[in-house]
């Protein structure tokens, strides 16, 4: 729906009076009646917000101003910024503890990026966001030819941009729109919400449309350049956007189209963008959309998955006649809303979603580690005309699960705080969503379980094994289970390298194996593993843990020569597991046949966790430091993924994107996949490149890779890293897809029909492998075999030349299956 912002509260009173003029213009309505209208469309009255969720604490953190419009966090100095709605950026002082002040004075205005200077109707910026590198960027919406709304007529958009500088910021237009048709209705969304790609190359924009549905307003409905995502590059300077379709987007500036209102826009953890969608006055519901290049969201002939009154005009047999149509039909409004038709897509209608953000960097707890939130800025009982019984005005947590084909999400969307006053917006900062609430002038600290570990957090599967050394400890469970892996930094007298930590959420008699490679470094002797092992949570049951070693040190993986070499338990403790140390003997001489006291071979170390199912040691955490009596350094891995490759695929098409958490000496990737059951890889790319500076980085950096053409099947696909010294090597799990599924074995309608002498018609075919015996053939009405037809890049022509007038048939055969479509020969 469309989001009723307002300014300051004169503006809310002009706009109840209308709304209430409306109301009332009935002689019928009694004046009861009209005093209920305006005790109901009152503002109301909220006390401090409340937390739904017991694992989640409020607080008030500080001020905004009342005409906040985005709150913003800086990735360079990590400072929270807000812009007000007269393009005012105030930098929140901070206290280190989490408590915010908001400065008597801006840090930047009109006079500094040039925005706003006329005031343009009360409602000029709306959009603000921060590049990796620390570039602001500012969206305002200027009248063009006036200095209020009702006397202007058209409206113009501008990006400015912001570069850091020693002495502050250099500023210069980014991006400026042509002036474009104003609606003078409350639906005049403008430009709203921007999004930086997460290599700052691109600003991602949106154009929230100038209509309800798709209504005509100033004799014109939705425009080119309005009801859209665009693209601008963040090199540009002063780029005009011009409000032109074909313009728009033969210069890769349309990204994607029928959007309504995606006020506010984010990238998730995969490089992927998001954006929440206000549904219009009507009740339909409000959507959550992964936004994806030359995407049409339906809009204006669809909002929130349902059809508009965009669709009612064949109903009344070409539209409204005052003349002759003087009743509606009866019944008209009634839906009972439990047909087949009706249903939600993602949020209750008139919530006005808001404040969409992910938890990017794994920085929140179980439950809610790398998950979305959004917050409703209204309730869907805020006002007489919208009554559905929902307070709104909430912050809601979401998982998205990605489909099994690849091709969208589902989501749970649970409500963790409620009770703000009109929130505008959020942002994340380290397991603390702040929340500006434009009708309290608050910010609110709300506070979510903090991730244990690290900030750079590697995922991977450990493989289990079977080993019958110890009845206490006989294979459990034989296939492989997740375990957390973090990279932490070493302590103590003589540590050098690096230490992983392990954790298993359930260790009810778990078995996996790390393999650990020694020697640290080839001919170095006197090598040893410390191992130290804790609980993060109290126990009330001891926990029981093997170490497992290789018996004769060859370096094989397949674990049947493994032995148990100590069993160490661990006794309860209200605080956890007490910590232990494990040492083991020195690593020299690995390999007798070699004989020279060196380490030239691979020790493999196995731990298996022993505790009782359902008990409440939830995770156990596994340390080792590896160190000589040189202090020699572990080598470190090259790539650290984030987790296996994730599959978007359409149609026969496939974009796999993946994650990289740290990357050292890195040349790039290649992108392989194969059909599923054959052993055999297929690479699918050339080398994509880094994105690291020299191959080496220790940020977060995203990848994407498209393949095209193919053929319908279940694949998999998998990443390999590759070295700057040419070792290749293939990244953690693959990702299963089915290409194809959903296009279907089909034969489009021949073009042109009816054929006239001389031309020739063309047929595409939809789900044909290229794989497959395919053939065409033309046949006349009685059935009678014409000709052969040729089937040329999934094409079927059919030339006028040398046939009758009359019906024919193409009829398509692909191995089994078997399609036909009519054409008709006039001459």
Request: hydrophobic share 35%.
């Amino acid at each position: 729906m469309y989001c009723y912002v307002f300014t300051d509260f004169s503006l809310f009173n002009r706009f109840l009076r209308m709304r209430l003029r409306y109301l009332t213009s009935s002689r019928t309505l009694p004046f009861l009646t009209f005093l209920a209208l305006l005790l109901a469309a009152a503002p109301a009255v909220h006390a401090q917000p409340s937390a739904t969720q017991s694992d989640v604490n409020i607080r008030r953190a500080g001020d905004v101003p009342a005409t906040a419009t985005r709150l913003v966090k800086n990735p360079s100095d990590g400072q929270l910024y807000v812009l007000a709605v007269d393009g005012d950026v105030y930098r929140l002082g901070s206290d280190g503890e989490g408590r915010f002040s908001l400065p008597a004075e801006p840090l930047y205005d009109s006079a500094d990026h040039g925005l706003c200077e006329d005031g343009s109707g009360g409602e000029c910026a709306q959009g603000m966001a921060f590049g990796p590198e620390g570039a602001l960027y500012i969206v305002a919406n200027e009248l063009f030819d006036g200095n209020r709304k009702e006397n202007a007529t058209r409206t113009v958009a501008t990006v400015a941009k912001g570069t850091p500088t020693e002495s502050g910021r250099t500023w210069r237009t980014l991006a400026q729109t042509e002036p474009y048709l104003l609606s003078h209705t409350a639906f005049d969304h403008r430009f709203n919400g921007i999004a930086v790609s997460p290599d700052g190359g691109h600003v991602f924009l949106n154009s929230g449309s100038r209509t309800d549905h798709g209504e005509a307003h100033e004799g014109a409905r939705e425009l080119p350049i309005t009801s859209a995502i665009l693209r601008v590059p963040t090199d540009a300077d002063g780029l005009t956007l011009q409000n032109d379709s074909t313009t728009l987007a033969e210069g890769g500036y349309l990204f994607a189209d029928g959007t309504r209102n995606e006020f506010d826009l984010a990238f998730s953890p995969e490089g992927r963008l998001f954006g929440v969608g206000n549904a219009g006055d009507r009740d339909d519901s409000g959507e959550l959309n992964w936004l994806r290049e030359g995407r049409h969201y339906g809009f204006p002939w669809y909002i929130g998955g349902h059809r508009t009154p965009q669709w009612y005009q064949s109903r009344f047999g070409g539209g409204y006649d005052d003349s002759e149509d003087l009743l509606l039909d009866d019944n008209l409004w009634s839906n009972d809303g439990f047909g087949i038709d009706y249903f939600y897509t993602t949020f209750t209608a008139h919530r006005s979603m808001l404040a969409l953000l992910f938890d990017k960097e794994d920085a929140l707890g179980d439950g809610y580690t790398g998950d979305a939130f959004a917050m409703a800025y209204q309730g869907a009982d805020d006002a007489p005309w919208f009554d559905l019984n929902d307070p709104g005005e909430d912050l809601v947590h979401m998982e998205l699960t990605p489909a099994e084909t690849g091709a969208g999400y589902t989501t749970t969307v649970t409500r963790i705080a409620q009770g703000f006053d009109h929130p505008i917006d959020a942002v994340l900062k380290g397991n603390t969503i702040y929340v500006a609430g434009r009708g309290s002038e608050a910010l609110w600290a709300v506070e979510l379980p903090e991730n244990a570990g690290p900030p750079s957090v590697a995922r991977t599967v450990f493989d289990s094994f079977e080993s019958g050394d110890d009845p206490s400890f006989t294979e459990p469970d034989p296939g492989s289970f997740p375990v957390t892996v973090e990279t932490v930094e070493p302590g103590g007298p003589n540590a050098g390298g690096s230490a992983l930590r392990a954790s298993v959420e359930e260790v009810s008699n778990q078995v996996f194996r790390k393999t650990l490679d020694a020697p640290l470094e080839l001919g170095s002797n006197n090598q040893y593993f410390n191992f130290y092992l804790a609980s993060q949570s109290s126990a009330s049951t001891d926990l029981r843990v093997g170490l497992f070693e290789d018996a004769d040190g060859n370096g094989a993986t397949d674990g049947d020569d493994d032995h148990l070499s100590t069993i160490v338990t661990l006794p309860a403790d209200s605080s956890g597991y007490e910590l232990r140390k494990l040492a083991l003997s020195d690593f020299t001489d690995d390999n007798p046949d070699t004989g020279d006291g060196q380490i030239d071979a691979v020790r493999r170390v196995s731990f298996q966790f022993v505790g009782t199912s359902g008990g409440d040691a939830s995770t156990v955490y596994l340390d080792y430091l590896a160190f000589s009596e040189e202090a020699l350094t572990q080598e470190q891995v090259p790539v650290e993924f984030a987790g296996a490759p994730t599959p978007t695929v359409e149609g026969r098409s496939v974009q796999l994107a993946w994650r990289t958490l740290t990357e050292t000496g890195n040349a790039g990737f290649y992108v392989q996949h194969r059909r599923e059951g054959q052993s055999d890889w297929t690479r699918a790319s050339g080398l994509v490149s880094t994105k690291a500076e020299g191959g080496t980085a220790s940020r977060k950096l995203t990848y994407e890779h498209h393949i095209d053409g193919l053929a319908p099947g279940r694949y998999r696909f998998r990443v390999q890293q590759k070295d700057l010294d040419g070792d290749v090597s293939a990244g953690p799990g693959t990702a299963l897809v089915e290409v194809g599924a959903s296009e279907g074995f089909a034969l489009e309608p021949a073009y042109p029909n009816p054929l006239q002498a001389g031309e020739t018609a063309t047929l595409e075919a939809r789900g044909v492998s290229g794989e497959e015996d395919v053939r065409a053939t033309l046949y006349n009405s009685l059935g009678q075999n014409v000709r052969s037809l040729p089937v040329t890049g999934g094409r079927v022509e059919v030339r006028a030349e040398g046939l009758a007038s009359g019906l024919y048939f193409v009829r398509l055969t692909a191995g089994e299956r078997t399609v036909s479509q009519p054409v008709m020969l006039v001459r």
